[in-house]
């Protein structure tokens, strides 16, 4: 039986992370957020003609692809960072040190113990 290094890795990172399904929820959350937003923002451009019902199907998976690639990055609009701070019982903060540098930053001074 061949061991996988990988898969192996992996299911060592996700015993060492245990806010890992937390963060995935806040980013989530963030995606949906910014995917609507984006959809009522798009609504306030004046068009000349209609869109074909194809264009705001195309239009929805844009912005959602969109919304998923700003919640994903280190500088989105930082719901993520206040949902996790929300979340994650004060108990599993700890964790939260040895995140991503941009899941640290939202973490307030009296929730970490700095």
């Keep these: 039986m061949k061991i996988n290094p990988q898969a ?20 989530g959350m963030e995606t949906s957020f910014t995917s609507h937003m984006l959809a009522e923002m798009r609504k306030t451009v004046p068009k000349e003609t209609p869109d074909s019902s194809a264009m705001e199907y195309y239009n929805s998976l844009l912005d959602y692809e969109r919304a998923q690639t700003m919640a994903k990055s280190d500088s989105g609009l930082g719901v993520k960072k206040v949902i996790l701070d929300q979340i994650v019982p004060q108990h599993m903060k700890h964790y939260l040190k040895n995140a991503q540098p941009a899941i640290r930053q939202g973490m307030t001074k009296e929730n970490t113990n700095e």
Excluded at 8 to 27: F, G, H, S, W
């Design 8 to 27: 192996q890795a992996l299911a060592t990172a996700q015993r060492n992370n245990p806010v890992k399904p937390y963060q995935d929820i806040a980013e």
